[in-house]
């Protein structure tokens, strides 16, 4: 066993190991473990009232999500979302780096200022905006200072989710800005300065040089927010106090996980929920990682 001990490579693993223990206690504590308990409920129905019980169900839980017509409005509802924020704030995100990426003055300022709403807390924007949307707020008498049609951006069904999807565009996009800067301020201008020699105008070399240059960012800006838009809760949950409202316009599927779990005491199915979502995310990754797959590894 000694002698075991003292060869150089188990001695290194040791070593490793007990540096990672820390990390990894946490994780099998408040990640691990969590996961595997909520894959033991969604095979259960739970009984939380009047002692905690549980009674095997096998894939009624699963079953159940296919009929349930909620279900299906909070997946639409995320699916729109998401089909329309991960995209815009991407873009949105890639012409502000652009734009700070140049001989800009104050630019550092203007970094700051832009940057503001991604530090800011997500309810207190979220409070901020209802205040916003007020039929009597700062937008609709904006709207009708310029002659513009104002809205009920709060109370109508087809504009409380567009609502959420301009904050969380406005309030996201800074974020993505600041990495796509950083990876803009990555690539040696020597690059641009031989393409400018060979003839190539600015598009040009936007389209052959930037673009293909940010293609791993552009996957991780692109991953990270449909993962984000995907968990989108705390502002429906305000916006529409909890109910998903008007009319379930604003429901989403963590929205429709915390209804069931916390509200019907449904523990089970909400589980079931949980991994459902959690499964679409890994699909949506997936489809991502092959459409941003790197030719040259093929």
């Given at each position: 066993?000694?002698?075991?001990?003292?060869?150089?490579?188990?001695?290194?693993?040791?070593?490793?190991?007990?540096?990672?223990?820390?990390?990894?206690?946490?994780?099998?504590?408040?990640?691990?473990?969590?996961?595997?308990?909520?894959?033991?409920?969604?095979?259960?129905?739970?009984?939380?009232?009047?002692?905690?019980?549980?009674?095997?169900?096998?894939?009624?839980?699963?079953?159940?999500?296919?009929?349930?017509e909620?279900?299906?409005?909070?997946?639409?509802?995320?699916a729109?979302?998401?089909?329309?924020?991960?995209?815009?704030?991407?873009?949105?995100?890639?012409?502000?780096?652009?734009?700070?990426?140049?001989?800009l003055?104050?630019?550092?300022?203007?970094?700051?200022?832009?940057?503001?709403?991604?530090?800011?807390?997500?309810?207190?924007?979220?409070?901020?905006?209802?205040?916003?949307?007020?039929?009597n707020?700062?937008?609709?008498?904006?709207?009708?200072?310029?002659?513009?049609?104002?809205?009920?951006?709060?109370?109508?069904?087809?504009?409380?989710l567009?609502?959420?999807?301009?904050?969380?565009?406005?309030?996201?996009?800074?974020?993505?800005?600041?990495?796509?800067?950083?990876?803009l301020?990555d690539?040696?201008?020597?690059?641009?300065?031989?393409?400018?020699?060979?003839?190539?105008?600015?598009?040009?070399?936007?389209?052959?040089?930037?673009?293909?240059?940010?293609?791993?960012?552009?996957?991780?800006?692109?991953?990270?927010?449909?993962?984000?838009?995907?968990?989108?809760?705390?502002?429906?949950?305000?916006?529409?106090?909890?109910?998903?409202?008007?009319?379930?316009?604003?429901?989403?599927?963590?929205?429709?996980?915390?209804?069931?779990?916390?509200?019907?005491?449904?523990?089970?199915?909400?589980?079931?929920?949980?991994?459902?979502?959690?499964?679409?995310?890994?699909?949506?990754?997936?489809?991502?990682?092959?459409?941003?797959?790197?030719?040259?590894?093929?």
């Open positions: 066993m000694n002698k075991l001990l003292r060869q150089p490579k188990i001695r290194e693993a040791i070593a490793g190991y007990s540096f990672m223990a820390p990390t990894i206690l946490i994780l099998g504590i408040f990640l691990i473990t969590p996961i595997l308990y909520a894959i033991f409920l969604s095979f259960h129905k739970v009984r939380i009232l009047g002692g905690l019980s549980y009674r095997f169900v096998e894939l009624k839980n699963f079953l159940r999500i296919l009929n349930d909620r279900v299906w409005i909070a997946l639409k509802n995320t729109e979302y998401v089909i329309i924020v991960v995209p815009t704030q991407t873009i949105l995100a890639l012409g502000l780096a652009l734009i700070l990426n140049t001989q003055k104050g630019k550092k300022w203007f970094r700051v200022i832009f940057f503001l709403p991604t530090v800011t807390s997500s309810a207190v924007l979220t409070l901020i905006f209802i205040w916003i949307y007020n039929s707020g700062l937008l609709n008498n904006t709207l009708v200072f310029l002659n513009l049609p104002t809205y009920n951006w709060l109370g109508d069904p087809n504009v409380a567009k609502s959420i999807m301009i904050m969380n565009i406005w309030s996201t996009a800074p974020f993505f800005m600041v990495i796509y800067l950083a990876a301020q690539i040696p201008t020597s690059i641009y300065e031989a393409a400018k020699i060979d003839g190539a105008n600015e598009l040009d070399r936007f389209l052959t040089i930037t673009l293909p240059l940010l293609k791993p960012v552009t996957f991780f800006v692109i991953v990270m927010g449909i993962i984000g838009t995907f968990q989108l809760f705390d502002q429906s949950y305000i916006f529409s106090g909890g109910s998903g409202g008007p009319n379930n316009s604003t429901l989403t599927v963590v929205l429709l996980i915390y209804q069931y779990a916390f509200k019907s005491l449904e523990m089970g199915y909400a589980a079931a929920l949980a991994l459902m979502l959690a499964g679409v995310i890994l699909i949506a990754t997936l489809i991502q990682r092959r459409l941003f797959k790197d030719e040259k590894a093929e």
